[in-house]
């Protein structure tokens, strides 16, 4: 009888004790309630977005004006509301990182900067240095810098369902050391390409040439001046660095450049300034440049979705258009308008936008010209053609495409179990099927990139303030529910693009499902509906209170 009744008692403590355990895992406060990985456009974005809303709570926790008003013993134990982590020494992202002449967008400024801060430069397609400019003010006006720790690189993210939380494995690159990190939320905003190295294929005997190789993403210290250069690639880095290297009032200038292409890409000249902003608001104009601003850039949302559908819709006249718009470029030159003819559709791979015919001028001088060709291997002095031509080079810049790279090479598990994002769908192309309390951030193909990205933003912050509102702790997108089952489809979050470089990751990129909210549109329209206004449950997301 008294072995039954301690018996009863040690289980009676065990239980306790696992109960006080539990407990006292779920009452420790983590490191920041969103962490968010990389300081690029997006990275910023979502940080300007939490900081717009800091006077509310998220997970229900107070404020940081609430914190304020605790005692100092209070607020140590209280969690930092987000960081953010990048593995680069400066933030800007991509315009951090590539530094090639000429390197500039090819989507127009006014869709390209966030909808809270206008850019009011007149540049459409604006220069690398001016976007990493306008990323670092924006960051400073809102107070974002202090947040981030630079040279700081996540290497590991690990979920506890348990303790309901992230625990990030992070490297600081300047000490040396491994560390952890706690959080609630993770939002991945590293873009989608590997900053460390880009995609190059190995040609037949490379290592014979003389001259030097480079690749755009490692532009540092080449010398082109009164050399000849062979760009490979045919994609919008390539038609960039044409026009600049022949620049004739640039710091440096190429001999003769070629660009050596595999197969045509699409192109299409637009102006190099849009004045509209200051006559829209100017003297006699009842609107002030931010209304103006929001004019214009609906004005271009339009025309970029407008332009986007006419091609899906009819391809043929939407390819003669292009055609014709070439030869108009081209003409009184020697150049064959096939350069620019590809076989495929337009927007099955993206069109290249080049500023005031830049890249067509150039081509109309002596300094440039373009070859389509196959390259059948290097030489001490160059590159041989299948078709027997040879190109002399003293410099080859391998314009080839990039490596993709998911969370910044960072591995996710879940309560142990490694996770393959290559492998999961995508939710409203904002979270990752089975994947809790993360958010992993793509912009658009078709369009502005952060179009898309401030969308996604504007999402995650409706999901938290949600989520806050009816005490949730963990959100998880499902493929399952009592209306049906979301079926894995081949077509990446990238959606049907059918460049190079999508092509050769369609196992690292999170797939489409067959059904809505699964499929990805890529029509800002229809997602500015369904990211900012349509309600936050749904039958495919499943909320959990604490264990």
């Known amino acids: 009888m008294l072995d039954i009744i301690a018996a009863k008692q040690a289980a009676k403590r065990a239980v306790k004790r696992r109960f006080q355990s539990k407990k006292a895992r779920l009452d420790t406060p983590v490191d920041y309630e969103v962490l968010i990985i990389g300081a690029g456009i997006a990275g910023i974005g979502m940080a300007c977005r939490l900081q717009q809303q800091k006077h509310k709570g998220l997970f229900g926790h ?70 990493k400019r306008y990323i670092a003010d924006t960051a400073h006006e809102f107070g974002i810098t202090e947040h981030i720790r630079y040279q700081h690189e996540v290497q590991q993210l690990s979920w506890s369902s348990s303790s309901q939380r992230w625990t990030a494995m992070v490297k600081n690159h300047v000490s040396g050391e491994v560390f952890t990190l706690t959080a609630k939320f993770v939002v991945g905003a590293t873009g989608y390409y590997d900053y460390e190295q880009g995609y190059k294929p190995h040609f037949d005997q490379e290592e014979t040439f003389e001259g030097r190789i480079v ?64 006559w829209l608001s100017g003297k006699f104009s009842p609107l002030s440049k931010e209304q103006a601003y929001t004019v214009l ?38 150049v064959d308008v096939t350069h620019f003819v590809p076989d495929y559709n337009p927007w099955d791979q993206r069109i ?104 996604a933003c504007q999402y995650v912050m409706r999901l938290l303030g949600y989520m806050n509102k009816h005490g949730y ?14 079926h894995t489809q081949s077509e990446t979050v990238m959606g049907a693009l059918s460049s190079g470089y999508v092509n050769r990751a369609q196992h690292e990129l999170p797939k489409q499902g067959d059904i809505y909210p699964w499929r990805v549109t890529n029509n800002y329209l229809s997602d500015r509906i369904v990211l900012k206004h349509r309600k936050i449950k749904d039958v495919w997301l499943r909320f959990s209170r604490e264990l």
């Open 62 to 131: 107070k404020s940081p004006n609430q914190c304020k008003r605790q005692t100092s013993k209070q607020q140590q134990k209280s969690s930092q509301r987000f960081a953010i982590l990048e593995k680069r020494a400066d933030l800007g992202g991509t315009w951090d990182l590539f530094t090639y002449p000429g390197i500039r967008s090819d989507s127009d400024a006014l869709t390209f900067g966030y909808s809270f801060r206008p850019w009011l430069n007149h540049r459409i397609l604006a220069k690398g240095g001016d976007i």
């Open 215 to 278: 690749h755009p993403q490692h532009w540092y210290d080449v010398d082109y001046q009164d050399k000849k250069v062979v760009i490979i690639g045919s994609g919008a880095t390539a038609m960039t660095l044409l026009p600049a290297l022949v620049d004739e009032e640039a710091e440096q200038c190429a001999q003769h450049v070629t660009m050596l292409q595999r197969s045509p890409t699409y192109v299409a000249s637009v102006p190099g300034d849009d004045y509209a902003l200051d």
């Open 297 to 334: 850039r609906t004005r271009n949302v339009l025309i970029q979705q407008g332009t986007y559908r006419a091609a899906i819709v009819a391809p043929k006249f939407m390819k003669a258009l292009l055609k014709r718009g070439v030869k108009t470029e081209l003409k009184g030159s020697d």
């Open 352 to 455: 290249c936008a080049v500023p005031d015919s830049d890249l067509f001028k150039a081509l109309q001088g002596k300094r440039a010209a373009v070859v389509t060709d196959q390259i059948s291997h290097f030489t001490k002095t160059g590159i041989m053609l299948n078709s027997g031509k040879h190109l002399d080079a003293d410099v080859i810049v391998t314009a080839t495409g990039l490596k993709i790279q998911m969370l910044g090479g960072a591995k996710v598990y879940i309560d142990g179990q490694a996770v393959d994002i290559g492998t999961r769908m995508t939710y409203k192309a904002v979270m990752v099927e089975n994947v809790p309390n993360m958010a992993v951030l793509f912009g658009y193909t078709n369009a502005s990139w952060t179009l898309k990205i401030d969308l």
């Open 473 to 486: 702790q963990a959100v998880l997108a499902t493929a399952q529910s009592e209306h049906g089952t979301a």
